[in-house]
């Protein structure tokens, strides 16, 4: 016995027949259905439910010549500190009925710029990337494609393309006034790999400061908590004592406080630690994490409008610096060393 065919999905044409109307009707009815008649859209609209129609995304991108995709490329969503972001650009852009397809990088700027081709050989009609530092085929696939383009993370009006986000400089040294405030002066900064990341590059060059009192000892480390750890045996080997240290991330801060933690070192009667980002669980370790409050949700969201009305209407949108905020908790407190000093 010859086995049972399954049923062949329903189609375009399928719809058409069943409602009595052209292809083109149909095409209508899902993509303009406001130009069409009550009568007719009703019509086909029953068709549609009848058979069990879906469009797929690609024949909707032949009949309209669009895809309502837009791609964003990040370096990871192994954390909180790109998958926050996310989120919220995609279901902005739901409002705006398009979909997000997210390419990761790892920080390689050769591999950011083959994602961004395979976003586009796939129809995104738009990207959204972080910071201002890319390789020149980036920039090349960019402007040949006309394709819009915005930054999030990093604020410079003067670049190229619309940037959205903040002022990293600024949040890095609003971290390094609070640990100054409390009278920290021997500070161990930690940061991520600044190599291809002009985010971290503005951090750092954030918490410098010319004042003779004051002894920063820079920390490189991995952007994770594993990074973080790593940080405080790095810092057991210099021949000062630390009385703060900053993380210009808090995904590292996490693993400075439990490293510190193990090591029997109590945070804040001992040393202070400071991180920056206030990601979801910064509020609720122990203790809390004193932190720079960066707007990575609104950011997102900002973001993704303006690239989906960019797209839509062509209206390019404007720079937009977001405000940071200090958040003290539990984590700093006033250095045990400056009663000495005294």
């Not at 065919?5 to 009707?25: G, I, M, Y």
């Not at 899902?30 to 069409?36: A, G, H, K």
């Not at 909707?60 to 669009?66: D, E, L, T, V």
């Not at 203790?287 to 990575?296: D, G, N, V, Y």
Request: glycine share 6%; charged share 25%; net charge neutral.
């Amino acid at each position: 016995m010859a086995p049972k065919r399954e049923k062949k999905r329903a189609n375009l044409r399928d719809v058409a027949r069943v409602a009595e109307v052209s292809v083109a009707t149909v095409s209508r009815v899902l993509n303009s259905p406001d130009v069409v008649q009550k009568e007719t859209r009703e019509r086909v609209e029953k068709a549609i439910s009848e058979l069990g129609f879906h469009p797929s995304a690609a024949a909707r991108a032949i009949n309209s010549g669009r895809t309502k995709i837009i791609g964003a490329l990040v370096p990871t969503l192994d954390s909180d500190i790109f998958a926050l972001t996310i989120e919220a650009v995609e279901n902005r852009l739901e409002d705006f009925g398009f979909s997000l397809v997210v390419a990761t990088t790892g920080e390689d700027p050769d591999k950011e710029a083959k994602r961004a081709k395979e976003l586009l050989d796939i129809g995104a009609e738009g990207l959204i990337m972080p910071g201002t530092t890319h390789c020149d085929a980036l920039y090349d696939l960019i402007e040949r494609t006309r394709v819009p383009a915005v930054v999030i993370s990093y604020y410079d009006p003067a670049f190229r393309y619309p940037t959205i986000g903040y002022d990293n400089r600024e949040a890095a040294a609003l971290a390094m006034s609070h640990l100054l405030e409390l009278g920290h002066r021997n500070i161990a900064v930690v940061h991520g790999p600044a190599q291809n990341n002009d985010r971290t590059r503005a951090r750092v060059a954030g918490v410098a400061t010319d004042r003779a009192d004051v002894q920063l000892t820079f920390l490189e480390t991995d952007l994770t908590i594993a990074g973080g750890t790593d940080a405080v045996k790095q810092a057991s080997g210099e021949s000062r004592v630390f009385d703060a240290f900053l993380c210009v991330s808090d995904v590292q801060a996490f693993g400075v406080l439990f490293e510190l933690q193990r090591r029997g070192i109590a945070v804040p009667d001992d040393v202070s630690v400071m991180g920056l980002h206030d990601l979801p669980g910064s509020s609720s370790t122990f203790p809390s994490l004193s932190t720079i409050r960066l707007p990575a949700q609104k950011m997102g969201r900002l973001a993704a409008e303006g690239l989906a009305k960019w797209v839509e209407s062509g209206t390019r949108p404007s720079p937009a610096c977001l405000p940071n905020a200090l958040m003290v908790r539990e984590s700093t407190a006033p250095s045990r060393l400056k009663a000495k000093r005294k």
